[in-house]
């Protein structure tokens, strides 16, 4: 079980939880990084490559027999800052209802030039 952990005291944007705590799992899934990636390659822009990097990680999580609502910690890594409103606008409610923990990261670059964006995930369940 998954509950949100939000002192009043620590200030936040109420779409990610401070923390998450997880009790009574018996299993954790470790996602390693989700690139913009599909069959044809990488998206042509921030928007597509944001929803091919979800649709991978949804199905590492589903082979696992977990749902995204099993998402215990999120990282995102983003190549450029002008990118946050086109993975803002593809990731919107493809997110658990209770948001999971979540950093976001501005990085020089990923494992290849043409990725915009790599997901990294930890599932309990």
Not at 14 to 34: D, M, P, W
Not at 49 to 63: G, P, S, T, Y
Not at 84 to 108: D, H, S
């Amino acid at each position: 079980m998954l509950r949100p952990v939000n002192p009043p005291s620590v200030p936040g944007p109420g779409f990610y939880s401070q923390g998450i705590e997880a009790s009574g799992s018996g299993r954790t899934l470790y996602v390693s990084g989700q690139a913009g990636v599909g069959p044809d390659g990488p998206g042509k822009d921030i928007g597509e490559q944001a929803r091919l990097a979800i649709a991978n990680l949804n199905a590492v999580i589903a082979e696992a027999g977990m749902t995204n609502a099993n998402i215990a910690k999120l990282t995102i890594y983003l190549t450029d800052p002008a990118h946050m409103p086109g993975f803002i606008e593809a990731a919107a409610g493809t997110l658990p209802a209770m948001p999971p923990a979540t950093t976001l990261l501005i990085v020089k670059g990923l494992a290849s030039p043409e990725l915009l964006i790599e997901i990294e995930a930890i599932a309990v369940g």
